[in-house]
């Protein structure tokens, strides 16, 4: 500016026109924000994510009542009758009648046994019954085979069932039953007993031995002798 001259007015810049439209344009952009913002929830879209529901609960499984268990009828088993030991195994019938053998003669003893099946000599000592020795006869009375000894006068002094007996299926608690079927008169209770035999030493005058074939086995042999 030359001396002596007034200030002039400044002048203005002049903008150019794109500077314009883009800050209009950024204006613009502005406001629009400004909208988005203040404009409700409700009207403009949600931009958050889907609220996420669970599913529905299975309902529980109810539980099962345990249904009454009806019973099979099952079929009726007819109670299984005890089978007899034979046809002779009974209280009631002797197996032998050893008051009609002991103290009695051969012809009497074979009178009621029968004839015998074979024979042979006691010598002395052998036996209890007879210790001077006398002779031994084998009878057979149905399934039963029986021995009787007899003394050197002929007089039977002791006897012996030795087979058939073991299938009547008798034990040693049976004795009452079997003394009986011997035609023993009241014995008393046994004065040995042990595992596999019972013993009277002195039964009214008479030794009488029970024995089983083995410890809890079954009985198999009867001994009646009169006491020397």
Known sequence: MSEGQSPSTPRRRKWPLFVVAGALALGV????????????????????????????????PA???????????????????????????????????????LDATVAEVEQYLGASSESFPLAIGEVEEVPDGGESRTYHLGKYEIWVNYDKEGIARGLQVVDGLSSDRYKLDDWPTILERMAV????????????????????????????????????????????
């Open 29 to 60: 952009c502005l406001c629009l924000c400004l909208l988005l913002v203040v404009i409700p929830s409700g009207l403009a879209p949600s931009t958050l994510p889907p609220t996420l529901i669970p599913p529905p609960s299975s309902p529980a």
């Open 63 to 101: 539980t099962r009542q345990p249904t009454a268990t009806v019973p099979r009828e099952q079929p009726a088993v007819p109670a299984s009758e005890p089978t007899p030991a034979s046809e002779t195994a009974t209280s009631t019938t002797f197996i032998v009648d050893s008051v009609r053998v």
């Open 185 to 228: 008169g009241y014995a008393g209770f046994p004065d040995v007993e042990a595992p596999a035999a019972l013993r009277w030493e002195d039964a009214s005058g008479y030794f009488i031995m029970i024995a089983t074939s083995s410890i809890g086995g079954e009985v198999w042999t009867v001994r009646i002798y009169r006491v020397p």
